[in-house]
């Protein structure tokens, strides 16, 4: 499972997005769609206005599945959720370099215990803010959208997006690094077409481009994309 992390335009279904009653046949048609990845959002109520997910709830699914878990931590106050997720047992952490006073001892302690880390950005967040530890992301989290406000009607993909991802690619690519690119926030089967070949890593998707009526279909349609690239 391990080798998802070396594919193209990894598909990372979002947990929040699924249906939160019955998330263990959830993931059930996501393993059976040929899906590896889940990412786990992790939000504190704080920095982010909504907390649809606990962690026992994250630590449950970690017994019930061997999906990668992809962890984006949005919350204030970072340690406790941090230590938390490394007690569970999942494959990365990302944390938001915008409440994070530590950023590289942050990215250290994570690596030290055998898990990858990374950064993630908010829509208006300069990337100079990841500039000196670029090195040491194994990804970099480009929110498109305002973290917790996908509820909100109308809220779009930033105008500017486009511009971000391809400069984060410049600036990786430059330096011959392997840090990945992650987009997250109202991902469409189009952005993949338009990122997924050479811009982007990992897609974050969610409702935009999941019909939780009909799953598996879904995925089937994005996979196609996938396998077009």
Known sequence: MQSVWNEKCIISPSLICLDMCNL????????ESGIKMLHVDILDGHFSPSMPLGLDTVRQLRAKTDLQFDCHVMV??????????LDIGVEQIVFHGETQPHIDGMLNRIHAKGVKAGVALKPATPL?????????CDTVLL????????????????????????????????????????????????NMIDYGKKDVDI??????CIDKKDMAGSFQKLNAIRQSL
Do not use: H
Request: aromatic residues 8%; negative net charge; proline residues 2%.
């Open 24 to 31: 263990e046949s959830q993931i059930r048609i996501l393993e």
């Open 76 to 85: 204030t106050e970072q340690d406790y959720f941090v230590d938390e997720l």
């Open 128 to 136: 100079s803010m990841v500039d000196y530890v670029l090195d040491k």
């Open 143 to 190: 929110m498109l959208i305002n973290p917790g406000y996908a509820f909100v009607k109308g809220e779009q993909q930033v105008t500017y997006a486009d511009r971000k991802i391809k400069e984060l690619r410049r600036m990786i690519d430059d330096r011959g690094l392997k840090t990945k690119i992650e987009v997250d926030g109202r991902i469409s089967p189009q």
């Open 203 to 208: 897609v974050v998707t969610g409702s935009t």
